[in-house]
């Protein structure tokens, strides 16, 4: 325990400790400014749509408090079984929560599933900020009018306007979290950054690197799992994953002529898990075709979704 945690009652300096849902349409920048926060990656990344799958608990300290951002997967229309388990994550960790961010991709504005979820908000009680993300990309007059459009819809709090890339506006939002949150201990050691076991977050950077290098339904009919995970003798770690796909279409895909494809993903994967570790690493992937994988409860289980009948 900390001399900090040991603060409590009406001292000034007593810890103040919470979980700050983020959640919004898939793409809006999430995962962004969730490792932005934490200062370090949690969670992935990719241009692409329903990038997070399930709920990433990023830890970040702020002046004394501790802040747990939960990053969520994107909201959406679902359509297959998964991303309705992804979804009701979602709204899962809103429910969770002390406070909840609404965040928008300014440049989208409420155009599509933003929309839809500022009417769902209405019903949930925790208090809510509006965070508009992507300011980068915008003219300030459209952001007024998107804020202004947004907080008429729900009674936010308070409204931020960011870019979790540049980082411009972040310390506010952060000094707001910091004195907003509850007063209490904090719920994780000082220097746990993530809720996300090592095995795992090295299967999520190699599925990040497959959403980067592959297009059009691969990324999505596919899963990555950690199978071993050997500590070496000479100082550096073996890892084997298997990338699950649904076809043996998608297989040849995946592995790309003469594993072209494979051996990209694979060097950036292993290059990144090596820097995280500080440790050498040897990483094998293997594809394999699991027909079914997105109606298995295993693999929602892995993910750490819910399975929905
Ligand atoms: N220009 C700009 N791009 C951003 C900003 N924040 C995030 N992005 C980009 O937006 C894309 C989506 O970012 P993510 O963090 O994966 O979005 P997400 O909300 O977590 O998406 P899902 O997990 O799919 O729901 C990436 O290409 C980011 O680099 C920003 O402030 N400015
Ligand atoms: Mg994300």
Redesign the pocket.
């Known amino acids: 325990m900390t001399d900090k945690q040991q603060n409590t009652g009406a001292d000034t300096t007593a810890t103040r400790s919470g979980f700050v849902a983020l959640i919004?349409a898939?793409?809006?920048?999430?995962?962004?400014l969730v490792n932005h926060l934490v200062g370090a990656k949690v969670s992935i990344?990719?241009?692409k749509?329903?990038?997070?799958r399930a709920i990433i608990r990023g830890i970040a300290i702020h002046d004394n408090a501790q802040i747990v951002f939960m990053?969520t997967?994107?909201i959406f229309k679902p359509r297959r079984r998964l991303d309705r388990a992804m979804v009701t994550s979602a709204w899962g960790g809103a429910k969770d929560a002390d406070l909840i961010v609404l965040?928008i991709d300014s440049e989208r504005g409420l155009k599509g599933d933003a929309e839809a979820i500022l009417e769902a908000l209405k019903d949930v009680p925790q208090p809510k900020l509006l965070v508009l993300?992507?300011i980068?990309?915008v003219r300030p007059e459209d952001l007024l009018k998107l804020a202004q459009a947004a907080n008429e819809a729900v009674p936010f709090e308070r409204t931020f306007m960011i870019?979790?890339?540049?980082g411009s506006g972040c310390k506010d939002l952060m000094d707001y979290l910091a004195t907003a949150l509850p007063e209490g201990p904090w719920y994780y050691p000082e220097d746990q950054i993530s809720d996300l076991p090592m095995r795992q977050l090295a299967a999520e950077i190699t599925r990040e690197k497959l959403f980067l290098r592959l297009h059009q339904e691969l990324p999505y009919a596919s899963h990555v799992e950690t199978e071993k995970w050997e500590e070496r003798k000479d100082g550096s770690v073996r890892i084997e994953q298997v990338i699950y796909v649904e076809r043996d279409s998608q297989k040849k895909i995946a592995l790309g002529k003469g594993g072209e494809a494979i051996k990209a993903i694979s060097t950036a994967a292993r290059k990144e898990i090596s820097e995280i570790l500080e440790q050498p690493v040897h990483l094998f992937l293997f594809v394999k075709v699991r027909e079914n994988w997105g109606n298995d409860p295993e693999r929602f289980r892995e993910m750490g979704l819910d399975f929905p009948k």
Do not use: C, I, Y
């Not at 898939?26 to 962004?32: H, L, M």
């Not at 749509?49 to 997070?52: A, G, K, M």
């Open positions: 919004g898939t793409n809006a920048g999430k995962s962004t990344v990719s241009h749509v329903q990038t997070t990053d997967p994107g965040l993300n992507k980068d990309r870019s979790a890339l540049t």
